[in-house]
């Protein structure tokens, strides 16, 4: 079982970046796929999470309306669009695959997989 992030990078304040979490070695329409992030000194953050197979999404309030999460089933591959960056959002973000139906989508423990996690940095 693998999930792999991608696309994290240094970007200045209002700009964008797309993260991308390939995932292998398990039946992806199973599973729902979170996004969480960690800061420094900071708890980690349910960030947003989507369930493969009815679409459905999630987000937590602090990212509503900037971040967008999407899914493609044909390459077991989950992106999150994050538009408006602040400082704030500042972290690593990991991707993590729990099984569905999704319930609390930001508690950590429901979920069976993670990836390694990619830098997102946010400069003022």
């Known amino acids: 079982v693998q999930l792999v992030e991608s696309g994290g990078d240094l970007v200045q304040t209002g700009g964008s970046l797309r993260l991308s979490c390939a995932a292998s070695?398990?039946?992806?329409?199973?599973?729902?796929i979170g996004w969480f992030r960690q800061a420094p000194g900071k708890e980690g953050e349910g960030v947003s999470c989507?369930?493969?197979?009815?679409?459905?999404?999630y987000y937590a309030d602090s990212v509503k309306g900037r971040f967008t999460i999407s899914s493609d089933n044909a390459k077991n591959t989950v992106y999150l669009q994050m538009n408006s960056l602040k400082p704030d959002d500042t972290a690593i973000y990991y991707c993590?695959?729990?099984?569905?139906?999704?319930?609390?989508?930001?508690?950590?423990?429901?979920?069976?997989?993670w990836g390694q996690g990619t830098q997102v940095t946010v400069s003022a």
């Open positions: 993590a695959a729990g099984p569905l139906p999704v319930t609390d989508y930001r508690l950590e423990a429901r979920y069976d997989y």
């Open positions: 989507i369930g493969t197979r009815d679409g459905r999404t």
């Open positions: 070695g398990f039946t992806f329409d199973d599973y729902g």
